[in-house]
């Protein structure tokens, strides 16, 4: 695609105000983001009940716990060049229904293999839409509220996680029976497969909502279809409340679809590098630590509880929920600061912000030896506090940043590689970390904090900047 294509898309997004349309995509994709957060998170939840159900081996419950995760590479891969070869509708729509579907579904594995079946194709359903979900939304917005917008797209995530909390503790917890629970029809029913159940109908409804959507402008110009693209940005104007100015349809030169080796030819090869460098360094260390964190926290020493307004909160799930919540300024500080400094600074400052704080709470450890004098558990607890602050917010940027790399006829390719890389990094970081726990636990996240740190540096040498700059 030309800079002329680009140019006069962009030029008719920006003149659209930003307004209710927007605030309306933005709630559609989240909300399915947020249950993509649920989704991914919550078979560990479940891996304690299954590991006493089917007997799993330690290795086995890790492949199980994986699965997903392994899925979420093919998803990448797979739909992103789906989003580019077919539009991005569909693959935005179908996406959804995959993961909703095969989570639904898992509620019917009788054992491992059935189990890793189903968590894998849940998983391929949520890295497609991770991969698609941004280049539809990206495609929507004017230049100089994108980044922030891609931002506030990755701040549903914790608000998945915090609904797959509250499903467990319900299904898991709460609910009478010993784990049966008696349903008209079917009998007494494992609570773990009604968890599933339940999981899946959020994603259902995703599905059904976003069947009224249309195409991108940008996709729609792209392939030569500039009425239904001026169309599109007509409707767009109209819902917002704002001016429309129709594409000139001399202005675009339609480009066909490119396979994934475009990625590497020249121009593209270094960006697709270093952004794939990225993804791999954020996911080896974001996974790596979070996984292990309530094992970390267990050997952090003895954890003092928590008092407010003299009323004490119990155990250290009280921490997991200030980590947790200090995400969102982590998030809304990224959001701003990808609008005013960009998108390179921000990642790999902040890349850099969470391998020096991964490595202070791990130098903070009992017995770790550095001699740095910041021993002690409130000195781990801040710098695991402001790791996640500067982790999450590398995340908003980083799905701010990658959509802008890349020209329209390979946003959703490349969004989708450079996931794929970054996932094959979120399966090997936790097994290397918990390969090295029986060293030491500096032992163990040190290679994490490593991982950040080098991130940010090829970041920061490397990257290019796109704030302010016209989707290509």
Sequence with gaps: MTETNATGVAGALDRIPVGSFHRRLLAICGTAWAFDGMEVILISFTLPVLLDAWALSGLSAGLLGSASLMGMIAGNWGWGYVADQYGRKPAFQWTVLTYALFAGLTALAVGFYSGFALRFLTGVGLGGALAVDTSYLSEHLPTNRRGRYLVYLDAFWPLGYGFAVVLAWFFLSYLPGGGLVSVPVFGAVESWRLLFVASAIPGLLVFVIRYGLSETPYYLARVGKVEAANERLRAMAAESGGDYTPIDPDDIEPHDSASVRELFADGLRGRTATIAFAWFAINFGYYGVFIWLPQTFGASGTVP???????????????????????????????????????????????????????????????AGFGLGIEGFWAFFLALLASSFFTLGAWGAIYAYTPELFPTHLRATGNGFAGGVGKIAAV???????????VGYVAALLPLAVAFALGGVVVLAFGVETMGKPLQ
Excluded: H, N
């Design 428 to 438: 090997i970081g936790p097994i290397l970390a918990g390969a090295l726990v029986p």
């Design 305 to 367: 509880a928590l008092s407010f307004g003299g009323i004490t909160v119990g155990g250290v799930y009280s921490y997991f929920l200030l980590i947790a919540l200090v995400q969102f300024p982590g998030y809304a500080s990224a959001a701003y600061l990808v609008e005013k400094v960009g998108r390179k600074l921000t990642l790999g400052t902040y890349l850099l912000a969470s391998g020096l704080f991964t490595f202070v709470f791990a130098s903070a450890m009992p017995g």
